[in-house]
């Protein structure tokens, strides 16, 4: 339910519980008790009407507050992020904090570290993507003849 509907119908029951108790506050000694109980209950029932109606928003509320910070922290993140072939590093003043996958992030804004797998040989254990960077050598024992094949799965 959308905030300004929930604030529509907590006003609403806030105005009735107040009616309600103008007219209890203004009944002359000539109601009878049941009718004057009645009203009470009414009052009583407007009363938690409007007190579970601003609980909703305060859920309401809550969650997009939480839905917010995410953002924030995403936006944070994609500002401190710089890709540098093959990889996404995360600059922050002089600090560079990395290597991070570029195929998890561009996919799912996912920062999955990448891990050392050989000099210039870097694996994501989340996509299982292998990266080369330019300081890859492949040892002579390897069936690997062509670097530009083996940069990015």
């Not at 797998?117 to 069936?143: I, L």
Request: charged share 30%; glycine share 4%.
């Amino acid at each position: 339910m959308e905030p300004t509907t929930i604030i529509s119908t907590v006003l609403t029951s806030i105005k009735t519980a107040t009616d309600i108790a103008k007219f209890i506050k203004e009944s002359d000694a000539s109601f009878e008790k049941a009718e004057s109980k009645l009203k009470l209950a009414e009052l009583i029932s407007a009363l938690a009407d409007a007190k579970i109606e601003v609980t909703d928003i305060q859920q309401e509320l809550q969650k997009k507050d939480a839905e917010i910070t995410v953002l924030k922290e995403k936006l944070n993140v994609r500002g401190q992020l710089k890709f540098e072939r093959p990889y996404y590093w995360r600059i922050d003043g002089s600090q560079k904090d990395g290597p991070f996958c570029q195929k998890c992030y561009d996919s799912d804004q996912k920062l999955i570290r990448l891990q050392a797998n050989g000099v210039g040989c870097w694996e994501c254990k989340e996509c299982k993507s292998t990266y080369f960077d330019s300081s890859y050598k492949p040892s002579c024992d390897s069936k690997e003849t062509n670097i530009y094949d083996l940069m990015i799965e």
